[in-house]
Structure formats: structure tokens, C-alpha cells
């Protein structure tokens, strides 16, 4: 991957983060407003699981020359795992260090490899690079949910 390509993965922005987040109560991070509605927990652990199922991506599709992969259902995923009852602080940690991990995997990506396609659940097929970029996105996305939620 080229340098610098990921800098919300540097090691110093991820730090800054996690102590961001453990700022929040954890009283704050598990409300929820409605039954339907995530908590913060259930958000950072949805972002756990796009880091799990993101993982297995990252590296199966650069053993290969075309990826075909599941999707997730989401919803599935974080009402079967029960973040609400995690600590919050274990699930910032968790989600912290399995970052740090994801970002020397994208490091280590070849440049070539980004642009082998893959294909998750029914969607259309898109390259690995892109994955990757919708990977970043998406983890921004959903931490500035939680400190907009954090703040209210
Ligand atoms: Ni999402």
C-alpha cells in the first residue's frame, strides 16, 4: 500500500482516538434512545466486526486473482455478540489493538494487489484498493457518530 495511504491507521491517530473514546462513560456508551436504535457500544462493535470481516479480505484476496467473499448482515452480527454487555473500556482496547494490526496489513499490501477484484455477497465486484479506502471511511464515519452522540 502506498505510504501515508491510511494515516487514520497511524499508530499516534489511533492512540489519540482510544483515549478519545475511553473518555465517554460507560454508562454514556451503553444508552440506548430506542430497542432498534445502536448504542455507542453496539457502534464500536459494529466497527469490530467491519475490522473482522475487513481483515479476512485484506489478506484473502491477495492469495488469490479474484475474491469472491460473504457479506455480513450487520444487525445480526451486533444483536448476536451483545456489545451492551461488554466493558467498554475492553471493547476500546479490543477495537484499538486490532487497528494497530489491520494498519500493518494494509502497510504490507502489495501495490498490485490492490487491484485485484473481488466480489462480497451479491454486490458489484470492486478492487481490493477500494476496499481498503471504504474500509477507513466507514471507521471514520461511525467514530464521528459516536462523538456526536458522546457530545449530546
Ligand atoms: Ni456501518
Redesign the pocket.
Known sequence: MSRGASPSLECRNLYCKCYQLKAIEAEKASFKTSGSTWSIKEILG?LLD?AVNNHQRFVRAQQVDHLSFPGYE?TFWTNSQHYNESSWEELVDLWHLYNRHLAQVIRHIALDALDTTCTIGTSEPVTLGFIVEDYLH?MQ??LSQIYERSAA
Open positions: 459494529h467491519s450487520q466507514h464515519h461511525h
